[in-house]
């Protein structure tokens, strides 16, 4: 994915898969062009980046295990809360045992955004206290994101990408 340059913003993604059973009854990572359906789980690598700075923790088991289900839909969220007129916060705490909480909050013609500890056990990372980005860049990362998103997982997975896409995302 391009940013554009300058951006203090950036959200990229790639090697993007999904779960099957293997011969012997064990769940493998399998291509995406294996989803079964709108209720399966996409995985892969995921940075969203402040001023280049990559936010910690994004997937429990590493970069290239994050659930594109959790954060598709919470970037969508965090879209309707920059894109709103009014202040507002937008937090993720997915309760997972080791995650923190991701707080957005929207500040004028900024988001402030801050890794704080989590209900599951995730620690608080102090370097991402109130780290600030320019409004205009978080939403146009996002909506980049979504986009190229929905054209990789149906471009791998077809009418079942698009399924998985309207019912994840919405759109």
Same mark, same amino acid.
């Given at each position: ?13 790639? +090697?993007? $898969? @999904? ?12 291509? %995406? ?11 892969? $690598? ?8 990559? %936010? ?7 970069? +290239? ?23 507002? @916060?937008? =937090? ?12 957005? @909050? ?5 988001? =402030? ?14 370097? $991402? ?12 990362? =996002? ?29």
């Amino acid at each position: 994915m391009e940013k554009a340059p300058g951006s203090s913003f950036a959200i990229e993604f790639a +090697d993007l $898969w @999904t779960y099957t059973t293997g011969p012997s009854g064990d769940i493998e990572r399998a291509s %995406l062009s294996e989803l079964a359906g709108p209720g399966e789980h996409i995985h892969g $690598w995921l940075e969203i980046l402040v001023h280049g700075r990559c %936010l910690p923790s994004l997937g429990f088991f590493g970069s +290239d295990d994050v659930c594109f289900n959790e954060w598709a839909r919470e970037l969508r969220d965090l879209s309707s809360t920059v894109n709103n007129d009014e202040q507002a @916060t937008h =937090i993720y705490d997915e309760g997972e045992q080791g995650q923190p909480s991701y707080h957005f @909050t929207k500040l004028g013609d900024e988001v =402030i955004v801050a890794v704080r500890d989590g209900i599951g056990g995730g620690q608080a990372d102090p370097e $991402w206290d109130g780290v600030a980005c320019r409004l205009t860049d978080a939403a146009d990362a =996002i909506a980049a994101f979504l986009q190229g998103l929905e054209t990789s997982v149906v471009s791998s997975a077809g009418q079942r990408g698009e399924e998985w896409f309207a019912a994840v995302v919405g759109e």
